[in-house]
T-cell receptor, first 112, second 113 residues
Framework: DVKVTQSSRYLVKRTGEKVFLECVQD?????MFWYRQDPGLGLRLIYF???????EKGDIPEGYSVSREKKERFSLILESASTNQTSMYLC???????????FGAGTRLSVL | DQQVKQNSPSLSVQEGRISILNCDYTNSMFDYFLWYKKYPAEGPTFLIS?????DKNEDGRFTVFLNKSAKHLSLHIVPSQPGDSAVYFCAASENFGNEKLTFGTGTRLTIIP
């Protein structure tokens, strides 16, 4: 079974803090993705990566950055957290040239 | 600009009946479509997909229909079971093998025993 693991289920941070969300997959997938899920807005793509050290902006990259130093690990970074970044964050992975993505359980981030 | 829309935020269906979830899209470049199911406290899981060269794809109790001219797809679940209660997301990509997916807003399906 494909396993995508997000390091934290719940996080509470203060405005202005630097926040790291970690994601690890164990299927040797080339592609990894970060989404946020908000009520009434569905899943929106923040960043994705096709390969190590490679990244592409998604639909809502502002306020976020990412890091992929190893194939299995994809980190989402909030440089200076703001209250409008309170959300559910979902990581996903998948094979190159395949549409199906496999998701982690999510990290619910609250920025106070 | 929401390119994939699920206009019904919620739907309640009696157990044993058919559930029909709808999805509309505006981007004519989309040609591969997927449905995902999400339980609370879990990530979405892939359910079924369809390519634009087909108008129907079936997998057990789940059938997806695609109407390209109307830019509309639907997911039929029959018969509906209590374990089908979840949030359902449709997603689309611009071609098969393009890994970037655009998701809809989701429909919460509740199956009433």
């Amino acid at each position: 079974d494909v396993k995508v693991t997000q390091s934290s289920r719940y996080l509470v941070k203060r405005t202005g803090e630097k926040v790291f969300l970690e994601c690890v997959q164990d299927m040797d997938h080339e592609n990894m993705f970060w989404y946020r899920q908000d009520p009434g807005l569905g899943l929106r793509l923040i960043y994705f990566s096709y390969d190590v050290k490679m990244k592409e902006k998604g639909d809502i990259p502002e306020g976020y950055s990412v890091s992929r130093e190893k194939k299995e690990r994809f980190s989402l970074i909030l440089e200076s957290a703001s209250t409008n970044q309170t959300s559910m964050y979902l990581c996903a992975s998948g094979w190159l040239a395949k549409n199906i993505q496999y998701f982690g359980a999510g990290t619910r981030l609250s920025v106070l | 600009d929401q390119q994939v829309k699920q206009n019904s935020p919620s739907l309640s269906v009696q157990e044993g009946r058919i559930s029909i979830l709808n999805c509309d899209y505006t981007n004519s470049m989309f040609d591969y479509f997927l449905w995902y199911k999400k339980y609370p406290a879990e990530g979405p899981t892939f359910l079924i997909s369809i390519s634009s060269i087909k108008d129907k794809n079936e997998d057990g109790r789940f059938t997806v229909f695609l109407n390209k001219s109307a830019k509309h797809l639907s997911l039929h679940i029959v018969p509906s079971q209590p374990g089908d209660s979840a949030v359902y997301f449709c997603a689309a990509s611009e071609n098969f093998g393009n890994e970037k997916l655009t998701f809809g807003t989701g429909t919460r399906l509740t199956i009433i025993p």
